[in-house]
C-alpha cells in the first residue's frame, strides 16, 4: 500500500472504530428502555459480553490492517498506518470533549 493511501485508510478505520463505539453508548445510555432493569445477572452478562465483542471489532479496526501489512512486509507502511489510525480517532475524541464542553 502507498503511503499516499494509508492516510485515507487511517481516517477509514477511525471512522468506522468511532461509529461502532458510538453505537455501543447509544445501546448503553438507553438500554434500560430496551431491555428494562436489571433483575438478574443476565444484564450483567450481556454487559460483559458486550464488552469483549466490542474490544475484539474495535481491535480488529484499529489494528487488522497494520497487522495485515507488518504480516507481508511492509513494517513502516503498518506503523504509519497505525498512526495515522490513532491520530484521527484521537482527533475525534477531541472533537467529542469540545461538544461536551460547548453543550454543558
Known amino acids: 500500500?502507498?503511503?499516499?493511501?494509508?492516510l485515507p485508510?487511517?481516517?477509514?478505520n477511525a471512522?468506522?472504530?468511532f461509529i461502532y463505539t458510538g453505537a455501543v453508548a447509544w445501546l448503553m445510555f438507553n438500554g434500560e428502555q430496551f431491555f428494562g432493569k436489571a433483575t438478574s445477572f443476565?444484564?450483567?452478562?450481556?454487559?460483559?459480553?458486550?464488552?469483549?465483542v466490542s474490544a475484539a471489532v474495535t481491535g480488529l479496526l484499529m489494528v487488522?490492517?497494520?497487522?495485515?501489512l507488518?504480516?507481508?512486509?511492509?513494517?513502516?507502511?503498518?506503523?504509519k498506518l497505525l498512526f495515522y489510525t490513532l491520530s484521527?480517532?484521537?482527533?475525534?475524541?477531541i472533537?467529542?470533549?469540545i461538544v461536551i464542553l460547548v453543550i454543558k
Open 15 to 17: 471512522l468506522g472504530t
Open 88 to 93: 484521527w480517532l484521537a482527533l475525534m475524541m
Open 70 to 79: 507488518y504480516l507481508d512486509g511492509a513494517k513502516k507502511e503498518a506503523v
Open 42 to 52: 443476565v444484564m450483567p452478562l450481556a454487559l460483559l459480553l458486550l464488552f469483549v
Open 64 to 68: 487488522g490492517k497494520p497487522i495485515l
Open 1 to 6: 500500500m502507498k503511503t499516499p493511501k494509508l
Open 9 to 12: 485508510q487511517g481516517l477509514i
Open 95 to 97: 472533537v467529542v470533549f
